[in-house]
């Protein structure tokens, strides 16, 4: 038999096609051998792995700079409108095989870094992820960067330069432990710092009212450092900027007068200011009221509005003197985007520069303010909603603060006139909430303060109508918009997955890497044999090189043909990773029940971190770590089912896991999930999913047919009517026998024989307090798990849904997202222009 092709013979042979594109190898040799001698100052001799990334990365990055100078030189000429994506979190992952994606490079550096005799991939694997998000919401601010550059929109990410991003995750003894996310350590290639753009932000101090109208005095400063990262579109030479914001103390920080003696504490001191982006918070989903976050968001939403102002004053590249005096045109060349509320400070330190740095009227500042912003909505679950207490911002940002109160008088005028003595309409509209402490509803103001609100699915967009913003949409029906979220077809299918891309490539053209509804063509190959089969192989070739990463890490030996059901997010109660967990426990003991039986196998895969401070999270990894323990010693299951819980979940692990998927796991509680876009990721690359009618899911179903997906469980219909009757989950541990002795295992320390009573909390929330009523969809989720393996047991059919799904799957592009953005909300056009590369002469 022939031996396997290696990864890079593979590569090679996918690059026929050119998808990769090929270009002078000798050249990125001569720019490889220079930076590793006079960038990073080492000899072939003495040079370690690390430094081979680093002159790969710096080879790369010079590819680069001259098509993002000459983007940005082409902005300042065009003047367009320009777009600011404001987000406190962006969870880019690794940036030089992206970059190598979008600027065509990867065979030729593929080929080059061979002949140096090194290997492209373990040299990838040296670089650290940005981990700067949390989950769905920081790595969608990613999705859209790479599309709004892809479509050649003049646009900005904001955001901060986190020292420590999301933690990396160690299960220990079955617990989960969190180590510091030291991702800077052997420095950032990819960066640019630019200290000549530093700007100055204000904390606390108070406000004066004087003749000329109130003033922000006594403030402390800290300085904003900028660091600018470039973001290439996909082979149209566009190259825009994310910059993120660094904390930096003045010279002289606590050097003032009233400080004369204690210098050397002074400057230890220092670090008091920087702290503020020294560490990401690690909540997704959860608000957290803490005076650290906050100054967080005020620091970036100051430092970006400076600089956004700075930018529209001054028209010609390179050149900081304004120009524009007049603000008129301010709506009609800049769009801010804010990515949930986190950046909605922007709202009232807009109106705070207006109405006392340019001494407009408030009528004025307040309409350019609302025609600039923009507000996206990613929850509806109360916990998650920002709500800061008024003492805080009285303390940290007196005059802001005014500015919040004058807008909410405004507002409950305008109400007032509307409905008159309706005082109860009145209360749940403000944006202050009375009690102790009284609080400020950020969701609130970001609705008031801009032109349009959007939710992330269609269901999800719905159900902000209808519930948490009705009073809002009964008075501005037209402010509210659905985007429903997508995902960078270049890193989700290109980069991740490139033997399905190929194959896909090799029937319908390279054209859907830009339009992915292109994908529907592939109908055409629904009943090819030969498509068919390659489908399968590719899928195959993905476990396998899965199921050997797996084995080096988890020493566990994994059944390549078994199902590789996957269900990878966020640990939280209301994406039901529990309802998974009832579901293992379940086949677990069907095959204890009937060993002799055939049973189809199994591998289920559950990654994801916990909040640090969410204890039901972190007992939900133990109680999966556990039964895993259990089944995957049990020598009468054998390879029938194996449980992984996947340690440290990121983005590099992602682009691994997903595409050797079977199986995508999407069961949150109809209602709770805004979008999801994991969801998205796993149908593209050959998944199949079980889900519920939740979320993007709806519209993913309504994409390929409902008939394609295994969907279960409640609507929203069913679970709203549910909570109106009430949930009582003893009758379903009593009706059904399985879930009952499921559930009597977790309780009597089945799976922790030696602490018999460790999981009675979960045990407890489930019988008695279970906001997301697991018991009320198992039964139809066990019912839904039969049909799964009664389709894997006839592959063909199998990969026919497959195909169908992945022909289905154009609508996800965020590519489609940023359209509609652009079109509906940004008032900006997408544009095919390629800006000539820099060794064009300029027309």
Known sequence: MARPLTDHEKRKQISVRGIAGLGDVAEIKKSFNRHLHFTLVKDRNVATPRDYYFALAHTVRDHLVGRWIRTQQYYYEKDPKRVHYLS??????????????NLGLQNTCDEAIY????????????????????????????????SMATLGLAAYGYGIRYEFGIFN???????????????????????KARPEYMLPVHFYGRVEHTGAGPKWVDTQVVLAMPYDTPVPGFKNNTVNTMRLWSAKAPNDFNLQEFNVGDYIQAVLDRNLAENISRVLYPNDNFFEGKELRLKQEYFVVAATLQDIIRRFKSSKF??????????????????????????????????????????????????????????????????????????????????????IYEINQRHLDMISALYPGDSERLRRMSLIEEGDPKRINMAHLCVVGSHAVNGVARIHSDIVKSTVFKDFYDVEPEKFQNKTNGITPRRWLLLCNPGLADIIAEKIGEDFLKDLYQLRKLLDYINDDVFIRDVAKVKQENKQKLAVYLEKQYKVKINPESIFDIHVKRIHEYKRQLLNCLHIITYYNRIKKEPNKMFVPRTIMVGGKAAPGYHMAKMIIKLITSVAQV???????????KVIFLENYRVTLAEKVIPAADLSEQISTAGTEASGTGNMKFMLNGALTIGTMDGANVEMAEEAGEENLFIFGMRVEEVEAMDRKG?????????????????????TGFFSPKEPELFKGIVNMLMHHDRFKVFADYEAYINSQEKVNNLYNHPKEWTKKVIRNIAASGKFSSDRTISEYAKEIWGVEPSDVKIPPPNEPRD
């Not at 220990?172 to 052997?186: F, K, T």
Request: net charge negative.
């Open 169 to 191: 995750q160690k299960i220990s003894n079955g617990w989960q432990v969190e180590e510091a996310d030291d991702w800077l350590r052997y420095g950032n290639p990819w960066e």
């Open 727 to 747: 949930y009582n989950a003893l009758e379903y541990y009593e009706r059904l026998p399985e879930l009952r002795q499921v559930m009597d295992q977790i309780r």
């Open 88 to 101: 406190l979190e962006f969870y880019m992952g690794r940036t030089l095989q992206n970059t190598m994606v």
């Open 318 to 403: 390179g050149c900081r003197d304004p120009v524009r005096t007049s603000f008129e045109s301010f709506p009609d060349k800049v769009a801010i985007q804010l990515n949930d509320t986190h950046p909605a400070l922007a709202i009232p330190e807009l109106m705070r520069f207006f109405l006392d740095v340019e001494k407009m009227s408030w009528e004025k500042a307040w309409d350019i303010t609302r025609r600039t912003c923009s507000y996206t909505n990613h929850t509806v679950l109360p916990e998650a909603l920002e709500r800061w207490p008024v003492y805080m911002f009285e303390k940290l940002l007196p005059r802001h603060l005014l500015i």
């Open 115 to 146: 002949q140096l005799g090194l290997d492209l991939e373990e040299l990838e694997d040296i670089e650290e992820d940005a981990g700067l998000g949390n989950g769905g919401l920081g790595r969608l601010a990613a999705c859209f960067l790479d």
């Open 631 to 641: 089944v995957n010693n049990d020598p009468v299951v054998g390879d029938r089912l």
